[in-house]
């Protein structure tokens, strides 16, 4: 079965860093571009950063110059570096990724289980 599973949520003081990931399971072959969202209580999702298959990167301005993304091509892994937290970055945080597959149809779009983050002040 293809999926993304997230990792890396927790609580951390205002001011502290947490990394994300978000890892491509085995029928997943590569990992094209992929967007992380987050979305807080009585909130819409937020687009906040994106990477594209050659790495380019991407990010809202709010979380520019405090978040970092990268990826590691032998895992299919891609990482959310969250440096200089603050409380209104609490939410749960999402990766959806536009990836090719082992198996028909080849190509397709998916969203991780999202992951808990809480900044305490």
């Known amino acids: 079965q293809a999926q993304l599973v997230e990792s890396g949520g927790g609580l951390v003081q205002a001011g502290g860093s947490l990394r994300l990931s978000c890892a491509a399971s085995e029928r997943i072959v590569s990992i094209n571009a992929m967007d992380w969202y987050r979305q807080a209580p009585g909130k819409q999702r937020e687009l906040i950063a994106t990477i594209t298959g050659v790495s380019t990167t991407n990010y809202a301005d709010s979380v520019k110059g405090r978040f970092t993304l990268s990826r590691d091509n032998a895992k299919n892994t891609v990482y959310l570096q969250m440096n200089s937290l603050k409380p209104e970055d609490t939410a749960v945080y999402y990766c959806?990724?536009?990836?090719?597959?082992?198996?028909?149809?080849?190509?397709?779009?998916?969203w991780g289980q999202g992951a808990q983050v809480t900044v305490s002040s």
């Open positions: 959806r990724a536009d990836v090719a597959l082992t198996t028909p149809p080849w190509r397709s779009d998916y």
